[in-house]
């Protein structure tokens, strides 16, 4: 027969309470809860934070200094003004525990007990716990990342104007004409030619001669760019950052604000004074952690068992995480990340202090209990 959600939660407290908790090593209390010359340490729970990194492409387009006698070398597809584009290829969605100021909880130690605990102050593990059952954590450091930051440019045109001038290719011309920057490009395919029918002097093995012809190339390459103007392109990465709070109606999707973006001017933080449109993300709970709510809901409205945990404190509180789906809709496209946020959750504890208990770093969640 199955027993409802407020059958099972009596049942629990039940046994909750007739613990022995006189030979236990360890108990946790809350900050106002502690005892005068205590021996222990500070241990707060994870709140999750969410990283979204951007990649945006910017194309700088860059008009020729001949483009209006760009008919002479029958050039089409002209660039006709400097202008500057955006255009996002690309956001990754992570996420790295931190503190969580509002859960900071204090862990008596009775007997001489091994607490291990994480960079953000979490509770990592309690008791002897052997290397395979506690690794080294491999998240995201808890240093704070506020965006905008470019960390790679790729050119997509070899050589532009003004290479062309400091690699001393117009050197010789330095007021340099339309009609003699013509007359370069005719005499440089000729040259091309002579190359490939061998009545260069000299003898040439093949790799050599393919050699000259692309430098040949480039060089004809840079003063064609003169006419139709240069398509620049840049990668550019940035780092956004967003804890979310639980939301009062856990069935509602949650939408934030991560930044601004327009094709104009780009990726902008939130904070910035432009009316570009708001990229936002959407968080949409599956609600795994409803019934161990109503269970904790339960256990609060229990006066006796609040006494004991008042009296007593408890073994150890740790977070049950909330599942959730997160998706972010831009331009056509749906960047999708199916995770757990820690603060949606709920918050538990258990009564006895077992000799070995690991939680999940990510989370504080229960990992491994002896």
């Known amino acids: 027969m199955k027993r409802t959600v407020k059958q099972i939660s009596l049942i629990l407290i039940a046994v909750l309470t007739t613990l022995n908790l006189t030979a236990q090593s360890y108990r946790s209390f809350t900050t106002d809860k502690v005892a005068f010359n205590s021996t222990g340490t500070y241990y707060t729970l994870p709140k999750t934070e969410l990283i979204f990194k951007v990649k945006v492409e910017k ?48 862990l008596n130690t009775i007997k001489d007990v091994k607490v291990n605990k994480t960079p953000e102050g979490a509770l990592l593990s309690i008791g002897d716990v052997d290397a395979k059952h506690n690794p080294k954590s491999h998240c995201h450091s808890t240093k704070k990342e506020t965006t905008i930051v470019p960390t790679q440019t790729i050119e997509t045109s070899p050589i532009y104007e003004q290479k062309l001038l400091k690699q001393g290719q117009l050197d010789a011309m330095p007021n340099l004409t339309a009609e003699q920057a013509v ?85 902008m933080s939130l904070n910035t004074n432009s009316s570009a449109p708001v990229v936002t993300v959407k968080i949409h709970s ?41 998706s972010i809709e831009l331009g056509g496209r749906k960047y999708y990340k199916s995770t757990q946020i820690s603060q949606f959750g709920v918050v538990s504890y258990m009564m006895d202090s077992p000799n070995k208990i690991i939680f999940k770093h990510q989370t504080g969640a229960l990992k491994f209990v002896e």
């Open 59 to 106: 194309t700088q387009e860059n008009k020729g200094v001949f483009a209006d006698y760009a008919y002479m070398i029958g050039a089409k597809n002209i660039i006709i003004n400097d202008a500057v584009k955006y255009s996002i290829k690309d956001i990754e969605i992570y996420t790295r525990p931190i503190g969580d100021n509002e859960n900071i909880y204090y």
């Open 183 to 267: 007359k370069e490009i005719q005499e440089l395919r000729e040259q091309q030619i002579d190359v490939l029918s061998g009545s260069v002097d000299g003898t040439f093995m093949n790799n050599s001669i393919e050699y000259m012809y692309k430098q040949l190339d480039k060089i004809i390459d840079g003063y064609v760019s003169l006419f139709v103007g240069e398509t620049l392109s840049e990668t550019l990465e940035y780092t956004f950052t967003l804890c979310p709070e639980k939301p009062l109606i856990s069935e509602e999707d949650l939408l934030l604000g991560i930044f601004k973006f327009s094709e104009e001017e780009g990726v």
């Open 286 to 326: 599956l609600n795994t952690t409803k019934e161990y709510e109503k269970i904790e809901e339960q256990k609060k409205k229990d006066d006796k068992l609040q006494k004991l945990i008042d009296k007593k404190g408890v073994g150890v509180y740790y977070r049950i995480p909330e599942s959730v789906e997160l």
